[in-house]
């Protein structure tokens, strides 16, 4: 996951949560005291998964970029030769696209 990735992933999982909130409010509403603290109990839950989950893949992100960096060190020319490679498909792919219209 690219770090520039990781917020757009955190902000739809607040928008989740927001959303799953709601609707628990909603449904504590109607079902009485002990379905709201039973429903209050999940959310609080949830919440607590999804900050987890946004610690998590914030550190495999960081790990991920450290790894990649270390192998382009290691490996220079071969770095060259795949971001050249990398760089003729996506014009291959661009110039398609043009003509295709």
């Not at 609080?44 to 610690?55: G, K, Q, V």
Request: glycine share 2%; no cysteine.
């Amino acid at each position: 996951m690219s770090p520039s990735a990781t917020p757009r992933i955190v902000r739809h999982i607040d928008e989740v949560v927001d959303d799953f909130l709601t609707e628990l409010k909603y449904a504590s509403e109607e079902l009485g005291d002990d379905a709201e603290a039973t429903l209050t109990r999940a959310a609080a839950r949830l919440s607590a998964a999804a900050h987890e989950f946004e610690t998590e893949a914030r550190l495999q992100a960081k790990a991920a970029s450290k790894s990649a960096a270390r192998e382009i060190r290691a490996h220079p020319v071969a770095a060259a030769a795949i971001a050249t490679a990398a760089a003729a498909l996506v014009g291959l792919a661009v110039a398609r696209n043009t003509t295709a219209m």
